[in-house]
């Protein structure tokens, strides 16, 4: 069956609206032979109850019914009754309700049977009447004797009965057929322009498509929808999600009935939050969502356009890729690239003091090489000494050694605050806390770059809670309106002549001081005594947000902006 029908939208309505205009004539023929049943019988009880009263008024009936040869000499009065009226049968019974003379000679003896009793009581009866296995719509009227010999009141001597057959449905239906037919037709020809103009239109706003063809279309879109890695989610104007994969519903966590709810209500971070509504904007936006990071690209969704004009916007298409491991490996490689640096000032330091060192000694200075050798072996001996003394922790102290020599490569003095307090960190901790200093320290002795008196303090102190990072400088400072904005990756008051560009570092800090519910943030120290440029402070709690929650029920970041204000 399936071969034979239609392929087309278009030829699917037609059929369709055959089928509907075929049952609704079924449904009228069957309508139509019932009222014709009934306007039939209203027509038909008149008409043979006027028969029935005039046969029964007949002299000959009155006068011959008790004969015995009633049969005979009724016949053509039954016959004469039935032709005239043009009624289907004719009988008349006596009143012992025994057929004497009939139409159908084949009744003659038979019991009539009526189904009111008061018919036998001298009264006009019509309804529905089996006679001969005939259905029929009857009357009788009753028969009475003649007034004579001065009888006052007639007596019952039988019953006069007119019936009539109903006509078959096929009949009724039949003399209907040119209209039914009429209307089959106009009906068809409506169904038919309908159905083409109802196509049109449906194609035209499904681009030319079928209906197998928009459901194979759909089918290839989930597939492919669903099989990309990374996040995809859709947002319409009003903030509603319309489309979240199962890379999205993954990476955010979100509920199963998540499509269809606005953003603001999914439990999403305020900066992811942010981006699928279209608050921020920006190409490869970096966002942390509880313990992954994630890089946002938000693009506007449009219709296609027409003669060169732009599609309504449908709303926008964010796409989510997770760099957790990636940025992860970013802070190990900050961290070798630091050390490696450190390193190489060390090594361009030392060999600045083998080459005096040397001469000294070709130049027989014996006294002045001793005395050279016990400064630079006191001032080494210093640092190491302070830091050891204050900073237990070995990483972070290896560190701040490592930077203090890229310092003094640079004609920078790094100071370590006599406050400074940090006890032995856990390796986690420790790693989280040498990238925000590295890039801190880095930071500062770019600031105070070719500056005459460049010095760069750095004070550490670590508590049962936290872990709190403070770098000042004496560079111009931070400029005016961009405290904010000097953590947002991609910024920079520094041009970049560094491959990879600059603006990294400190958005790297923020995230890892967010990641441990923390904070950072800088100001300028130009109105301070002494007088100092930019003063950053980091704080690092000792728990990963994931992992940590205040006994009234807070968050680890609710905790770090408590601190943020005690600060």
């Not at 309505?13 to 009222?35: E, G, K, N, P, T």
């Not at 109903?166 to 020809?189: H, M």
């Not at 560079?475 to 000097?486: A, F, N, Q």
């Not at 009234?552 to 005690?566: H, I, K, P």
Request: with cysteine; proline share 4%; glycine share 10%.
């Amino acid at each position: 069956m399936r071969r034979w029908l239609p392929r087309t939208l278009a030829g699917k309505f037609l059929v369709l609206q055959l089928v509907v205009v075929a049952l609704v004539l079924i449904v009228a023929a069957v309508v139509s032979a019932r009222q014709s049943q009934a306007q039939f019988r209203a027509n038909a009880a008149d008409r043979i109850l006027g028969a029935a009263e005039s046969l029964a008024a007949n002299p000959a009936v009155r006068e011959r019914i008790d004969a015995a040869t009633a049969a005979a000499d009724l016949a053509p009065i039954v016959e004469s009754t039935r032709i005239q009226s043009g009624t289907s049968i004719v009988v008349i019974a006596d009143a012992g309700r025994t057929i004497i003379a009939a139409t159908d000679p084949t009744l003659i003896g038979r019991e009539l049977v009526v189904s009111d009793e008061r018919a036998w009581d001298g009264r006009a009866w019509d309804g529905d009447l089996t006679l001969a296995g005939n259905d029929l719509i009857a009357a009788s009227t009753p028969v009475f004797t003649s007034p004579t010999g001065g009888a006052v009141d007639p007596s019952l001597v039988g019953l006069a009965v007119v019936g009539e057959e109903y006509p078959s449905a096929v009949t009724t239906l039949a003399s209907d057929v040119p209209e039914v037919a009429l209307l089959l037709g106009l009906a068809s020809l409506a169904g038919l322009t309908g159905s083409w103009l109802l196509a049109r239109r449906i194609k035209k706003q499904t681009r030319g498509l079928e209906p197998a063809e928009i459901a194979t279309l759909t089918d290839q879109r989930e597939a492919l929808l669903h099989s990309i890695r990374e996040g995809v989610v859709g947002v319409d104007p009003a903030g509603r999600v319309t489309i979240a994969n199962d890379g999205a519903r993954d990476l955010l966590d979100l509920p199963g009935d998540c499509v269809g709810r606005p953003v603001d209500e999914l439990g999403l971070e305020p900066d992811v939050a942010d981006v699928l509504c279209g608050r921020a904007d920006g190409a490869d936006v970096v966002v942390l969502h509880r313990d992954r990071v994630l890089v946002a690209n938000r693009r506007t969704a449009r219709t296609p356009g027409r003669e060169g004009r732009k599609g309504e916007d449908i709303g926008t298409v964010t796409t989510l890729r997770d760099r957790s491991d990636l940025i992860a490996l970013q802070r190990q490689l900050g961290a070798t690239r630091s050390v490696g640096e450190t390193l190489r000032a060390q090594t361009h330091e030392f060999d600045n003091q083998l080459h005096i060192i040397s001469g000294l000694a070709q130049l027989g200075e014996y006294d002045e090489l001793r005395e050279y050798l016990s400064t630079i072996t006191a001032r080494r001996a210093r640092m190491d000494t302070t830091i050891s003394e204050l900073i237990k922790d070995p990483a972070v102290a290896s560190l701040l050694i490592a930077k203090a020599s890229l310092a003094a490569e640079s004609r920078v003095e790094l100071q370590l605050s006599p406050e400074s307090r940090c006890a032995r960190l856990d390796s986690e901790l420790s790693t989280d806390v040498g990238t925000v200093l590295g890039n801190l320290v880095d930071n500062a002795l770019d600031a105070v770059a070719n500056s005459v008196d460049a010095a760069v303090t750095v004070e550490i102190v670590s508590d049962e809670s936290a872990v709190r990072v403070v770098v000042s400088d004496s560079g111009p400072g931070v400029p005016e309106g961009t405290g904010d904005l000097v953590f947002a990756r991609g910024f920079s008051t520094k041009s970049s002549t560094v491959a990879g560009g600059r603006g990294v570092g400190l958005s790297l800090v923020r995230m890892v001081c967010l990641r441990r519910g923390g904070w950072v943030g800088v100001h300028s120290g130009q109105d301070s005594v002494p007088a100092v440029g930019a003063v950053f402070t980091a704080v690092l709690g000792r728990v990963p947000v994931e992992d940590r929650a205040d006994p009234d029920g807070t968050t680890g970041a609710d905790a770090g902006a408590r601190e943020r204000e005690r600060a």
